[in-house]
């Protein structure tokens, strides 16, 4: 059974940067795909980065250029570096594994203006 723990969230005004983590306690990692989801209050929650087993990354527009996800095997975390940050980024971000229901509580990020 997979656990995930995000962690990094916090308050940063428009602009800055934010360095989110989800540590993976479970089996397999490296042979996962994984994703970086937010939701903002009243929205649905929508997929920001996607990263496969070999290291490919794919982002929306919306991001693109600014967020950057990564991962780490030897340590079972992946990562989603933010920077340029704008008040429309402000959301609780969840990590998953791709196609699966396993999701972390979350971590906030609010980027103020």
């Known amino acids: 059974q997979v656990q995930l723990v995000e962690s990094g969230g916090g308050l940063v005004q428009a602009g800055g940067s934010l360095r989110l983590s989800c540590m993976f306690y479970g089996s397999f990692f490296s042979l996962s795909a994984m994703d970086w989801y937010r939701q903002a209050p009243g929205r649905q929650r929508e997929l920001v980065a996607g990263?496969?087993?070999?290291?490919?990354?794919n982002y929306p527009d919306s991001v693109k250029g600014r967020f950057t996800m990564s991962r780490d095997n030897a340590k079972n975390t992946v990562y989603l570096q933010m920077n340029n940050l704008k008040p429309e980024d402000t959301a609780v971000y969840y990590c998953n594994v791709h196609g699966t229901e396993a999701w972390g509580p979350g971590t906030h990020v609010t980027v103020s203006s």
């Open positions: 990263i496969t087993r070999g290291g490919s990354t």
